[in-house]
């Protein structure tokens, strides 16, 4: 609550909007459905190390020191993960250590195991293992994953993505399915969502129900409304707001979450939702009609300032702003205070034991 305060006051000079005590989270360890876990031929030594004898410097399969590419920890539990994560962690790290593929070198940019993506779906208690490697290997990735899904059967779903790039992200250019379902299935609310390996989804399920019923709160809707949802991603808030409007269209540069979007649309037999993939910056101006209300749930740099100034042309009466952000939200509101009034904040706590905090800014057009 005190961050966002101090970044509206002293960015955009806005200090007279009520900011609102933080929604926590239900839970503060276990919370995260989704974590990634880096391979690193090297582990990064801690100080209680340095200089030991005989210490093992091999591989690492962990979390990253912050603000570093290239040092990792080999991480043997994280508390933000549901329990079973750590075990299946523990697995993929023991059939590393014995596989006759090399671990991937962050400097050298050479080798073969590169990433492990864990998802998990609050509602079913299912899982997903995501396997990211330098090439496509069966005769090493077939294997772990029948060591996976004999030991967890709540592990459903087992898929290789494959990238050659250097960057560390992981995200593969090409997708296999090794074992099981492509994707799992989880529920915000009352709706229900599919998640491929690569879809976004917030990554604390019952927190991001807290968000969307605040978003909800401040769109107003009363069922008449038409309603634009900018920075889309794969429709969780357009069919969360779509049986209170008349129609929601959403804009997402994505063209995987747009697919996912309008799969989710049938998953939930919602018909008024329609989705338009392309970068907002030209896209904004296929908008014909003004919008009664819009939400924008841009990422952390906030929005380009030809999408303000598009925004601020479109004239909506009301805007949901959505931001994981307090520095580029106070900086986007600076921007849009000439036209709209900023008349309440709603910190929510998404992400327990870190500094990020979730907000939602409802503004009302002046005038």
């Known amino acids: 609550m005190q961050h966002v305060t101090e970044s509206l006051a002293h960015i955009a000079g806005i200090d007279a909007v009520p900011v609102h005590a933080t929604i926590p989270s239900e839970q503060i360890f276990g919370y995260r459905n989704k974590m990634e876990f880096t391979c690193s031929d090297r582990r990064w030594l801690l100080p209680a190390e340095l200089g030991q004898p005989n210490i093992d410097n091999g591989m690492a399969l962990g979390l990253h020191v912050p603000g570093t590419f290239y040092k990792v920890l080999d991480t043997r539990a994280c508390l933000l993960q549901p329990g079973m994560g750590n075990g299946i962690m523990a697995l993929v790290r023991d059939h590393i250590q014995k596989s006759k593929r090399p671990v991937y070198g962050l400097r050298s940019h050479a080798g073969f195991w590169r990433f492990l993506m864990l998802r998990h779906s609050q509602a079913a208690d299912k899982w997903m293992v995501n396997i990211i490697t330098a090439d496509y290997d069966p005769q090493e990735v077939v294997p772990l994953a029948e060591q996976i899904l004999h030991k967890f059967p709540s592990v459903v779903s087992v898929v290789n993505n494959i990238t050659a790039r ?11 399915t090794i074992a099981g379902q492509s994707s799992i299935t989880d529920r915000i609310g009352e709706y229900h969502f599919e998640i491929s390996a690569s879809s976004f989804f917030q990554t604390n399920t019952l927190a991001a129900g807290r968000l969307y019923e605040t978003v909800l ?7 008449k409304e038409s309603v634009l949802d900018l920075y889309c991603g794969t429709g969780t808030i357009s069919i969360f707001l779509s049986r209170q409007a008349t129609e929601v269209i959403g804009i997402e540069i994505v063209e995987s979450a747009v697919q996912d979007a309008r799969s989710n649309c049938r998953l939930n037999n919602i018909s008024n939702c329609r989705f338009i993939h392309g970068d907002i910056q030209y896209n904004l101006g296929q908008i014909e009609n003004r919008p009664d209300v819009m939400v924008i749930d841009p990422p952390r740099a906030g929005m380009h300032k030809n999408v303000v100034r598009q925004v601020a042309g479109l004239a909506p009466r009301k805007i949901v702003y959505v931001s994981c952000n307090p520095s580029t939200l106070a900086r986007d509101l600076q921007m849009l205070q000439e036209q709209y009034s900023a008349v309440e904040v709603q910190p929510v706590d998404m992400f327990p034991h870190t500094h990020h905090i979730e907000s939602v800014a409802r503004l009302e057009k002046k005038g």
């Open 166 to 176: 250097k960057a560390g992200v992981a995200v593969g250019e090409y997708e296999h």
């Open 217 to 223: 709160a401040y769109a107003g809707l009363s069922g």
